[in-house]
Structures are given as structure tokens and as C-alpha cells.
């Protein structure tokens, strides 16, 4: 693969074939907290390998916590030290990991002493972060600031954190709620916490409370919620058995998922069938509603198109990390798309409502863009008038995989690229090998 561009090979898909996604980035980094917190050792079994999850585990090394990585087998082995990071003065680039930064924030503030000073990538400099520095220093932080408040660079000193009661806006990013939840239980205390509004992508939410439960000592007590409001008592974070299995990313699943739009036949995707901990699950739901035939297997999900594939209004907001797979294949559809419940992503790795009209409309899609929706009137005839086409990817791994699978579609029916995806390598944030399985998909689907 050419690190500065890849030409997508289109093809048509005869035989049912069989996929197996990496582990989920957003229960790979939440875990590895998670198991820094634990009082013992922690086996994490089928852990991401990506640049969002290095970047966690060398921040963490740094921290001095005792991780083994074995990469052959997928599995890391923490230390865990209730969460009393040995180190006390480090400088850290949380690149631009948003689950890194928000969760290691609140980590090392959370610390009874240190000095730590963090920086990320220029994207990350500008991403949402005011919720959550603001409400750590109304509860102990001294945080001090090298360029603009509330963003990145800056230096915690951390002094601990009191348990009276904690209002946090987390308007901008569900992370901003989760990072406090993550480090709550060990706050001395029963901990009140009253969420000021509403945020973004609830069902991470609670996978973060679900996965503190999974990672505590049973009969040691639980999180409580009512609403917006959660009690947690003091927990004793000790996981049965010392080991804890990552599911399959769900959102990397939704390429694959809809694949089937694009090349015909029949995916299935391994090992997804069980997973209840991930919201982006949901997106089996939505391409249902567009002419999917979607079923659990006794080794996975299962997805075909089964009718002319249609549009609709769909309200991404609780999994808006998969409205840009449905957005890209839009051409494809019969029907007019609208995708709402998105202002939030605007404020992500990109501007990604922006970026994704200004692609569509590279493709000759008629695209009405709002500040919390897309509008696409998909025109198939348009493709054949611009292409070959080169889509920007504005250092977005979603953008690059989800154009991806639209340019799998054999357009001219002779099985030659018309779109060429801009440095596809920016997909190692999440999933380093995704262009490698599509192009074994290509070879062995035919």
C-alpha cells in the first residue's frame, strides 16, 4: 500500500464470505484503565493493536506501570496499582486518541501528588476538553494552561480530588462523563454526580458504567443511576479470575456490514454476535431499515441486501461514529438520506459533517448540509460523470475505510478502480490491516 495513496479495486462478491474485525478501541482503552485501577493483575485478552491504544500503553509505561504486551496473541498483561501511578512528573502527547485524553487526564489528576504536562496532535488541540478540565479543577486540580484554556498543552499538579458532589457538562463528548466515571470508584466516599444537560453517544456511557461493574470485586456494591444522576459508592476494583476479553470493534463491523451494498452477496462478520457492550451495534438496526437482511449466526452477524436499497431519517446521535459508513455509500441508495443527531462530530478528528458534504459533493451527490444534519439526494449517474475521483481524507480514519468499501462498487462493470483514497495509512488509528482485508475480501470473494 502506498502510504500517500491506495486505488480501490472494485469487485463483485459470489460466495458468502467471512470477516474477522479487531478488538473495539473504545473497550480496549477504557480496560486498560481499568486494570491500572484494579488491585492485582489483569490479563486483557484480544486487545486492539492501533495507534489510538499505543499511544495508551506507552503513556501509561511512561507512568510506570508494569504492562507486558504480547502482540502474537493479541493479549496485555497490567500491573495493576489501584491506580497510584509510580512516576509523579512525566510529559505525555496523547496525539490525537480522544479516549487518551480524556481518560488519562482524569487519571492523573486523580493522583495525591505529581506534575504532568500534556500535549496532543494540532487536531487534538482544538477538540473538546473544557467540560472536563473545568469540573477536575473545581474538585482539586491545579491546572495550568500554554496556549488557549481549556486545551491542549498543559500541566496538571495533581493534589488529589474531592468526592462533594460533581456537576459535569459533557455536552461535547460523552469521553468528558466517562473519564470521571472510570476513576470514581476509587474516590473516598460515596461520590454524587449529576450530568448539567444532556451528551452526546449515551450508549458509551454505559458501557463505561457496565465495564467499571464487570472489573469490581462482586458484593463490593454498584454504580446507581437514575437519569442524569449516578451515586457510586468507594468499590473494591478486583476482577474475578484476574482476565477480561475484548469484544470485536462494532463500528469497524459497519464497513463490513454494509458491504454487501456495494459488491453484493453475502459478509459475515465473527465473533460480533454476542457483543452487547457497544452502541455502535446498533447500526445493524439502521441498514435493516434500508433493504439489510441481518442475522445472528452461531459464529456471527450475518448481512445481506435483500431488496433495492432505500433511504430514510436517521438520527445517528447515540452512534455517530457510524453515520459516515451509511453517508459514503449514499450514491448507492434509491431513495433520499437524512442523517441528524451529528453537530457533535463537527468537533471530532475533523469537522466530519463538513468534510463528508464537500466528498459527496466531489461525487456529484446533491448534499444540504446543516449544523446537525446531512441531506443527500443520491444521484448514481453523477459517479460516472467525475470519476476517477480522489477523496481527501482530512486525517480521518473513518473517512478513509468508509469510502473504501463505496469504492468497491464496480461502477464501469470492468472491474478497474475509479477512486483513489488519500492517505489511507491514517486508518492506524483504529484498524492498521483494514485495507489488507478488503483486498484478501477482493481476491477471495470472487
Excluded at 498483561?77 to 509510580?86: A, D, E, S
Excluded at 476513576?183 to 473516598?188: F, R
Excluded at 470519476?387 to 480521518?396: A, E, G, N, Q, R
Aim: proline content about 4%.
Amino acid at each position: 500500500m502506498n502510504d500517500d495513496f491506495i486505488d480501490i479495486i472494485p469487485f463483485n462478491n459470489k460466495n458468502k464470505c467471512k470477516v474477522e474485525v479487531p478488538g473495539s478501541k473504545s473497550i480496549s482503552n477504557r480496560a486498560l484503565i481499568l486494570a491500572v485501577l484494579n488491585d492485582g493483575v489483569v490479563q486483557l485478552n484480544g486487545i486492539l493493536q492501533s495507534e489510538d491504544v499505543d499511544i495508551m500503553l506507552v503513556a501509561l509505561q511512561l507512568l510506570g506501570v508494569k504492562i507486558e504486551i504480547d502482540n502474537t496473541n493479541k493479549v496485555v498483561v497490567v500491573h495493576g496499582c489501584r491506580g497510584i501511578l509510580p512516576v509523579k512528573k512525566a510529559k505525555i502527547n496523547v496525539g490525537n486518541a480522544g479516549t487518551v485524553a480524556r481518560f488519562l487526564t482524569a487519571l492523573l489528576a486523580f493522583q495525591q501528588e505529581g506534575e504532568y504536562f500534556l500535549d496532543g496532535s494540532p487536531p487534538m488541540r482544538i477538540r473538546p476538553m473544557d467540560g472536563l478540565l473545568t469540573v477536575l479543577e473545581s474538585h482539586g486540580s491545579k491546572i495550568e494552561f500554554h496556549g488557549e484554556k481549556n486545551c491542549f498543552p498543559f500541566t496538571i499538579n495533581a493534589s488529589g480530588l474531592s468526592n462533594h458532589d460533581w456537576e459535569i457538562d459533557a455536552s461535547a463528548s460523552s469521553q468528558i462523563l466517562s473519564a470521571i466515571l472510570l476513576i470514581s470508584p476509587l474516590i473516598p466516599g460515596e461520590l454524587r454526580l449529576n450530568l448539567i444537560g444532556d451528551t452526546v453517544s449515551r450508549p458509551f456511557v454505559q458501557m463505561t458504567v457496565e465495564m467499571i461493574h464487570q472489573f469490581t470485586e462482586k458484593g463490593s456494591g454498584e454504580i446507581v443511576q437514575n437519569g442524569n444522576n449516578f451515586i457510586i459508592p468507594q468499590l473494591n476494583l478486583n476482577i474475578e479470575g484476574g482476565t477480561y476479553a475484548i469484544e470485536p470493534d462494532a463500528t469497524a463491523a459497519s464497513y463490513f456490514i454494509s458491504l454487501p451494498l456495494s459488491v453484493g452477496g453475502e459478509i459475515e462478520v465473527c465473533n460480533l454476535q454476542n457483543c452487547n457492550l457497544q452502541g455502535d451495534i446498533g447500526f445493524c438496526e439502521v441498514v435493516k431499515n434500508i433493504g439489510f437482511r441481518i442475522s445472528k449466526s452461531e459464529s456471527g452477524i450475518e448481512s445481506r441486501l435483500d431488496t433495492i436499497a432505500k433511504g430514510g431519517d436517521f438520527d445517528f446521535n447515540d452512534i455517530s461514529d457510524t453515520f459516515l459508513t451509511l453517508a459514503a455509500l449514499s450514491p448507492l441508495l434509491q431513495s433520499p438520506l437524512r442523517i441528524s443527531g451529528i453537530a457533535h462530530t463537527r468537533k471530532q478528528e475533523t469537522d466530519r459533517v463538513g468534510a463528508m458534504a464537500n466528498e459527496l459533493r466531489k461525487l456529484g451527490q446533491n448534499v444540504e448540509e446543516g449544523h446537525d444534519f446531512l441531506s443527500i439526494h443520491p444521484n448514481l449517474n453523477k459517479l460516472s460523470s467525475v470519476t476517477p475521483v480522489s477523496i481527501k481524507t482530512y486525517d480521518d480514519h473513518r473517512f478513509a475505510m468508509s469510502f473504501a468499501i463505496l469504492g468497491s462498487y464496480d461502477l464501469f462493470k470492468n472491474g478497474k478502480s475509479w477512486m483513489r483514497i488519500q492517505d489511507p495509512y491514517c486508518c492506524a488509528k483504529t484498524f492498521p490491516k483494514f485495507f489488507q482485508l478488503l483486498s484478501h475480501l477482493q481476491s477471495n470473494c470472487i
